[in-house]
DNA sequence: ATAGGGTTAG
């Protein structure tokens, strides 16, 4: 009410029914006031300043203009607002919120938005959500402002909420509310009705909603969805490409990916940042180390960009090359939280623990606050070292020292370390006493320390466990099946195999893959279709018998530890990593690392025939399994024989 | 005035 009798003094206007009632609605026109002439130069100056964005001399006009009651048009202050952001002002914004809000006049929807906008890009959310309340009118941009403040913020319930209530308000979302909301899906069904609301609005053709689709199918698993949305779009742009680039690597289909990526080049778009950082995701998961390395030539122009070197620092962490990793890592400008796990991790995973410690000791003094996954390396070096005492340190000090719970992974991570250590009921306690429930591969690394220090009776329970968690994993059914076997159990052998029929599951063959000049050579046991298979046959003989008369005994009863169920002699004999290793040395170049990556893990016969063949043949062979990296080099594997 | 894409573990 105060504010109107200020009002009356400067234009007077003959009070209507409507401005006595609802005078907050109801806005005189502005122009009123401008026509006043001792207002106007000041209005004048505050405009210009605006304008000019000389924030201190507009916010000096603009508390003059409050102190004699005048004021200028919403277009101005959202000039000014603007200012305020541009300089990040954080108060100065709330004092022309505080001005706008006191001229008597309701400010503009228009104005309020801008008001909105303001406080989300200052991360004040609060305020936002203060004045969203007050708002007397919302519109589809509020809602929208709201909406993506809270799905950016990953406060996913709350941007559901908003769409609610602005669907029960009325308000029809545009193609940015969909767009914005769709980052906030809590999982598929939601995810499909949101779908069925876009194409019913006839919205899914735009870029915006279409890209933010296949981003959001990809990321709840369904690539299958993401394709399809991205194969009915008849033009794109970057960002949609990007995305179903990204979507495949991020869905392990790096092949996909990479095969887009040279579609998208042949379409004539030039990729960016974001672009090269999925193709190197996609380098990473298929262990493609000379594309990846191609691929880092490429990027010299975008040095600068802590994800993209995060990725490529990953990429040669994960294709077993430590020395390029480190490159990479000392002479990154920037690095963050990331940066330094993955260095840790990739060092800790290829068997360089004490370096892992070290580099974890100067992240400590001088690097980024550790997490969740920091930590996950740290113990996972630890454990690869036998740091028996420094792993149980950390694992129980985590809280403490770095304020991080320990969550399934670092039990596992513990678990590892006991079984290594041959601590198996020390492990089988902990699992009990874990605060969160033990999964599938928390079993499995219990099972692992089993076979490594054939404990059969705890193989077996740890085999049940999984297989109730987990019923479709061929392996541990093989596995079972071979413990059983092995101790002369044939009824329940029969059992496992009965089972395994029944549920239908099926084992997959084992597959090797190595990149030679620019091409991938894949070995699959029992397929014989490389060109070059019965030269590479012929050799891997020759090979098998001179590592015979060095004492390698190819049948070697490796029961516990054939995780492929592919140990009848003759098979064992052409394990597909063995084809692989024997192609590396015919067409790599003696002093060429051999790298090879598995589908499967490696089986404790090719392990042996791995160190073998580097001790005799002075090779460094790299072989990369799906969980486990083995570096052998002169007659040992960096893995110490544990995996 | 409001919108979409990239990195660490499992």
Known sequence: ???????????????????????????????????????????????????????????????????????????????????????????????????????????????????????????????????????????????????????????????????????????????????????????????????????????????????????????????????????????????????????????????????????????????????LTSVLSACTGLALLELGRQVHVHIMKFNRDLILNNALLDMYCKCGSLEDANFVFIRMVERDVISWSTMIAGLAQNGYSGEALKLFESMKVSGPRPNYITILGVLFACSHAGLVEDGWYYFRLMKELFGIDPGREHYGCIIDLLGRAGKLDKAVKLIHEMECKPDAVTWRTLLSACRVHCNVELAIYAAKQILKLDPEDAGTYILLSNIYANSQRWEDVAEVRRIMRVRGVRKEPGCSWIEVDKWIHAFILGDNSHPQIDEISRQLNQLIQRLMGVGYNPDSNFVLQDLEGEQREDSLRYHSEKLAIVFGMMRLSGEKTIRIRKNLRICGDCHVFAKLVAKMEHRIIVIRDPIRYHHFHDGVCSCGDYW
């Open 1 to 275: 009410m105060k504010a109107i009798s200020k009002l009356k003094c400067i234009v007077t206007p003959q009070p209507s029914v409507e401005t006595v009632f609802t005078p907050l609605l109801r806005p005189y026109s502005l122009t009123a006031v401008a026509k006043l002439p001792e207002s106007s130069s000041l209005i004048d100056e505050f405009t210009k300043f605006c304008y000019q964005r000389d924030l201190p001399k507009a916010m000096k006009a603009m508390d003059s203009m409050q102190k004699q009651g005048i004021w200028a048009d919403s277009i101005t202050y959202s000039e000014l607002i603007k200012c305020c952001l541009a300089r990040g002002a954080v108060e100065q914004g709330k004092l022309v919120h505080k001005h706008v809000f006191s001229t008597g006049y309701e400010p503009k929807t228009f104005l309020i938005n801008i008001l909105l906008n303001m406080y989300v890009r200052f991360n004040l959310l609060g305020e936002a959500q203060k004045l969203f309340d007050q708002m007397p009118e919302r519109n589809v941009v509020s809602w929208t402002t709201m909406i993506s403040a809270f799905s950016n913020a990953k406060l996913n319930d709350k941007a559901l909420g908003f769409l609610i209530l602005m669907l029960r308000e009325g308000v029809r979302p545009n193609m940015f509310t969909y767009s914005s909301v769709l980052r906030a899906c809590d999982g598929l069904p939601n995810l499909r009705q949101l779908h069925c609301s876009i194409i019913k609005t006839g919205l899914d053709s735009d870029v915006f909603v279409r890209s933010a689709l296949i981003d959001i199918y990809s990321k709840w698993g369904e690539l299958q969805n993401a394709l399809r949305i991205f194969n009915e779009m008849l033009t794109g742009d970057l960002v949609v490409w990007n995305s179903i680039i990204g979507g495949s690597a991020q869905n392990s289909d790096g092949d996909g990916a990479l095969n887009l990526f040279k579609s998208m080049k042949r379409a004539g778009f030039l990729p960016n940042q974001a672009t």
